[in-house]
């Protein structure tokens, strides 16, 4: 059956960005690894908080938390993770590092916490958190690229 108008189209397969295709399957993985926490563990995936409870919390709860901060690692430790670039500063390295933790401590919780499991239970305080993260995000990334930052 052939239309008036219409012209033979090749069907060429669709190419996807390996950028976005690798950012799309870590969205997968986080979201899943937290859906597996939450269903097989009762906890919340919150990093910040995991790391906290296994420097200063109870003993015997040290497993569960060992193995989780593992599998984050894991994969970037076998399949590499790019090509980092820091800065050549590195009192900026060390400053960004103190108020990221200044900055967990303050909102209660890190983007793991907050931005994956804090918004999927429609809390109003992860949802404010998780705004000021990206805000924060958006002006810093600002910043360093127009702004002049080493």
Same mark, same amino acid.
């Given at each position: 059956?052939?239309?008036?108008?219409?012209?033979?189209?090749?069907?060429?397969?669709?190419?996807?960005?390996?950028?976005?295709?690798?950012?799309?399957?870590?969205? #997968?993985? *986080? $979201?899943? %690894?937290?859906? /597996?926490?939450?269903?097989?563990?009762?906890?919340?995936?919150?990093? +910040? !908080?995991?790391?906290?409870?296994?420097?200063?919390?109870?003993?015997?709860?040290?497993?569960?938390?060992?193995?989780?901060?593992?599998?984050?690692?894991?994969?970037?430790?076998?399949?590499?993770?790019?090509?980092?670039?820091?800065?050549?500063?590195?009192? #900026?390295? *060390? $400053?960004? %590092?103190?108020? /990221?933790?200044?900055?967990?401590?303050?909102?209660?919780?890190?983007? +793991? !916490?907050?931005?994956?499991?804090?918004?999927?239970?429609?809390?109003?305080?992860?949802?404010?958190?998780?705004?000021?993260?990206?805000?924060?995000?958006?002006?810093?990334?600002?910043?360093?690229?127009?702004?002049?930052?080493?």
């Amino acid at each position: 059956m052939r239309f008036e108008g219409v012209r033979d189209v090749e069907a060429r397969p669709a190419v996807i960005d390996p950028t976005l295709a690798r950012a799309f399957g870590g969205g #997968l993985l *986080i $979201g899943g %690894g937290a859906a /597996v926490l939450l269903l097989l563990n009762g906890r919340i995936a919150g990093i +910040s !908080g995991v790391v906290d409870q296994l420097v200063h919390g109870a003993i015997g709860e040290h497993a569960w938390r060992i193995a989780f901060l593992a599998g984050l690692l894991l994969p970037a430790a076998l399949h590499g993770s790019g090509s980092p670039a820091l800065p050549r500063a590195w009192w #900026l390295v *060390i $400053g960004s %590092g103190l108020l /990221v933790g200044f900055g967990t401590r303050l909102a209660s919780g890190c983007t +793991s !916490g907050h931005g994956v499991c804090g918004i999927a239970n429609f809390s109003r305080r992860s949802f404010l958190a998780t705004l000021i993260f990206m805000a924060t995000a958006v002006v810093t990334v600002w910043v360093t690229r127009h702004g002049g930052a080493a």
